[in-house]
Nanobody, 115 residues
Framework: QVQFVESGGGLVQPGGSLRLSCTAS????????MGWYRQAPGKQRALVAG???????NYADSVKGRFTISRDNAKNTVYLQMNSMRPEDTAVYSC?????????WGQGTQVTVSS
């Protein structure tokens, strides 16, 4: 079973940047397409960025042009670079496989965008 540890969240001002990391246990990380998801208060968790095993990326319209997902299979880690951040980006960010959720969720990392 793969387990995830997310990190890198925090408080940032509008227009600022953060880089999130998600490190997976296990040796099969490179076998899975991965995604970053977020859940804002009172809303359902949603996929914001995905990356295939070969590195092809896809983004939700709300983050396109501002967020960049990448992966380092040697480190079992997927990253999310977030630029030009907005208050509506405030949420708990988590990673998992995509398009199907195959694993248990980690604890996530809180991102708050506020002045």
């Amino acid at each position: 079973q793969v387990q995830f540890v997310e990190s890198g969240g925090g408080l940032v001002q509008p227009g600022g940047s953060l880089r999130l990391s998600c490190t997976a246990s296990g040796s099969l990380f490179s076998s899975y397409a991965m995604g970053w998801y977020r859940q804002a208060p009172g809303k359902q968790r949603a996929l914001v960025a995905g990356i295939s095993r070969s590195g092809t990326t896809n983004y939700a319209d709300s983050v396109k042009g501002r967020f960049t997902i990448s992966r380092d299979n040697a480190k079992n880690t997927v990253y999310l670079q977030m630029n030009s951040m907005r208050p509506e980006d405030t949420a708990v960010y988590s990673c998992n496989s995509q398009p199907m959720l195959l694993f248990l969720w980690g604890q996530g990392t809180q991102v708050t965008v506020s002045s």
